[in-house]
């Protein structure tokens, strides 16, 4: 009897205790399904992350599904990568449903051509890529290489030679934008092809190229050539460093290169405070064999028509002061660096894929360009001669003041108002230096 009233006494407390359990459980559970309910109500977005990229994935198989290699493994890599910010608990059960749709798929070959889907997504791609440069680029330049564009006269600046060089030069001003400059330069024992190679080549610029810090290519369009590049070129320390997104093209008749080079808007490049992007930019090229002066009427030298033209933020009476002092050593230093690039071609290896994307050129006639550009019918750019440039600064107090100024340009680097009144007390010391001068 003892032994049965102590296992009654067990029982009664494990039935208490269970009772009371039960009860400290309702709540707990009443808390967690009202949890459930609250929780899919206001789902976050990762719980249907997997979902959208599942359907995405199956999309993409069904379009795929009648590829001839592989079309799993292709499809598969890329919604994997996708699902990397999605919970882990999902991805080993994703992947099997898109493994498996995929297979599905291709097994019912729902897709009847792929092929020529992707071929047509491709060309409008290219097609979008080559608008960045467009036929009527190639036009304008055409008309300013047959001088007739129709703009102001050009007016003469240099005519220098080296023995294996010359070079002239002409400056205009234009009623709206920064002065323009064009060059003839003849460069001899030099192909076309390899001047070509030479300007587009970023890789090497960057070794001959002093002001050339950064060059990296952003785009580019396998069946055109044409590229979007960004530049970063060094400026003096009181100056922001200049950013340039530039698109370029290469147009050829026979062996004439007409390459076209100018800013371009990229807005997934976006603006930095520490650099200042030259919107307004244009230089291009026309390249052709030339007659040698050692050679009796031999093609074995290169010309290149240079067209050039940048608003670099600074004012452009200022600019034209800049450029008529540094142009000949620019100019000899684009030779030394092409010198070195001949040498270095010389020695064979793998060129860079800026060079190689040079060589993909657009074929047009040259006789269809100069009627399409409309060169037969436009009046002809007239060249003067100008007067021998006075100096800028009469003594050295102007002298004084434009460097400032240019200081202050620099510096500042906040308008046009600015630098238009820095300009205007430029000229106005300028002037005042020039009517100072005894006739």
């Not at 001899?188 to 990296?216: G, H, I, N, Q």
């Not at 034209?320 to 030779?335: F, H, P, Q, S, Y």
């Amino acid at each position: 009897m003892g032994l049965i009233g102590a296992l009654h006494e067990i029982l009664e407390m494990v039935k208490i205790e269970y009772t009371d359990f039960v009860m400290l459980l309702g709540p707990l559970w009443t808390a967690f399904l009202i949890g459930i309910v609250i929780g899919w109500a206001w789902k976050p977005k990762w719980a249907t992350f997997g979902q959208e990229k599942l359907n995405s994935s199956v999309s993409k198989a069904l379009d795929l599904s009648s590829m001839p290699t592989s079309p799993a493994r292709s499809v598969m890599s890329p919604p994997l990568k996708g699902f990397s910010s999605a919970p882990c608990l999902f991805q080993g059960y994703e992947a099997w449903i898109i493994n498996n749709a995929v297979h599905n798929a291709v097994q019912k070959r729902l897709s009847p051509s792929p092929i020529e889907f992707d071929d047509q997504s491709t060309s409008q791609m290219n097609e979008k890529k080559s608008d960045v440069v467009a036929q009527e680029d190639v036009e304008h330049l055409c008309r300013l290489v047959d001088m007739k564009d129709g703009g102001p006269s050009w007016i003469h600046m240099m005519d220098r030679s080296t023995p294996t060089m010359t070079n002239q030069a002409w400056r205009r001003d234009p009623k709206i934008g920064p002065p323009q400059y064009r060059s003839r330069t003849v460069y001899e024992d030099v192909t076309p092809e390899l001047v070509r190679d030479f300007f587009w080549d970023d890789e090497f610029r960057l070794k001959w190229d002093d002001m050339l810090s950064e060059a990296t290519t952003l785009d580019e369009c396998p069946t055109t050539g044409t590229m979007v590049v960004q530049w970063i070129k060094k400026f003096p320390f009181f100056c922001k460093d200049r950013e340039y997104i530039i698109g370029r093209r290469i147009w050829e008749s026979g062996r004439m290169y007409y390459c076209v080079t100018k800013g371009v808007p990229y807005p997934s490049i976006p603006r930095h405070d520490k650099l200042r992007r030259v919107d307004n930019y244009y230089s291009s090229w026309c390249i052709q064999a030339a007659e040698s002066r050692h050679d009796n009427g031999q093609l074995s030298a290169c010309e290149v028509q240079l067209f050039h033209q940048e608003d670099m933020g600074i004012p452009w009476e200022i600019a034209k002061l800049a450029v008529r002092k540094g142009m000949w050593d620019t100019v000899k230093n684009i030779e030394s660096g092409l010198r070195a690039y001949q040498k270095q071609r010389a020695l064979g290896g793998i060129i860079s894929r800026p060079a190689f994307m040079a060589q993909i050129n657009t074929k047009i006639s040259l006789e269809y360009l100069k009627a399409s550009a409309g060169t037969e019918v436009s009046s002809q750019t007239a060249v003067v001669t100008a007067s021998d440039d006075k100096p800028f600064c009469g003594n050295i107090r102007n002298l004084i003041i434009v460097g400032g100024s240019i200081l202050l340009a620099c510096t500042l680097d906040r308008g046009y108002l600015v630098k238009t009144i820095i300009s205007g007390v430029a000229n106005k010391f300028g002037n005042a230096g020039k009517k100072s001068k005894p006739k």
